[in-house]
């Protein structure tokens, strides 16, 4: 009983300590997935979303679920795939630059696709509004 005991209470842990590993990826892919949906990118969030939602529940299933070799492998190309996309994807390189221009309170140029300082907003009949 006392082994039993003591068994329940290690797996708990372990299962506590992937949770707590696993939880602020999970944050961050969920948060990376909200970043990238704009008009820019309206094609490949699709891909990118379906990336991130394949690694966010093969990451959340190996906090309770022992992985074998090939749950391994899945994860690693989706991880794989994921990082392809972050990093050598122009969309997404885009969106990121979308996202940390408005993060600097600037406006972004949908037609010359830049971060602009010299506008006070932008619309699709107007375009640039200066200030």
């Known amino acids: 009983m006392k082994t039993l005991s003591k068994n329940i209470l290690l797996k708990a842990f372990f299962i506590a300590l ?3 590993l ?11 997935a909200h970043i990238t949906q704009n008009r820019e990118i309206a094609a490949d ?3 990118y979303v379906a990336i991130i939602t394949t690694l ?12 074998k070799l090939k ?4 994860m690693l190309l989706a991880l794989a795939a994921f990082l392809q996309m972050f990093f050598f994807n122009l969309y997404i390189k885009r969106a ?13 140029d949908y ?7 010299d506008c006070l907003s932008w619309n699709d009949i107007q ?3 200066p200030l």
């Open 18 to 20: 992937k949770g707590m």
């Open 22 to 32: 696993v939880a602020p990826i999970i944050i961050f892919l969920i948060y990376e």
């Open 45 to 47: 969030h699709i891909q």
């Open 56 to 67: 966010c529940w093969s990451l959340f299933f190996w906090i309770f679920i022992p992985y």
């Open 71 to 74: 749950h391994y492998l899945f």
């Open 96 to 108: 990121h630059l979308l996202d940390s221009c408005l993060d600097h309170g600037l406006v972004w």
């Open 111 to 117: 037609d010359q696709h830049l971060c602009r300082n």
């Open 127 to 129: 375009k640039c509004i």
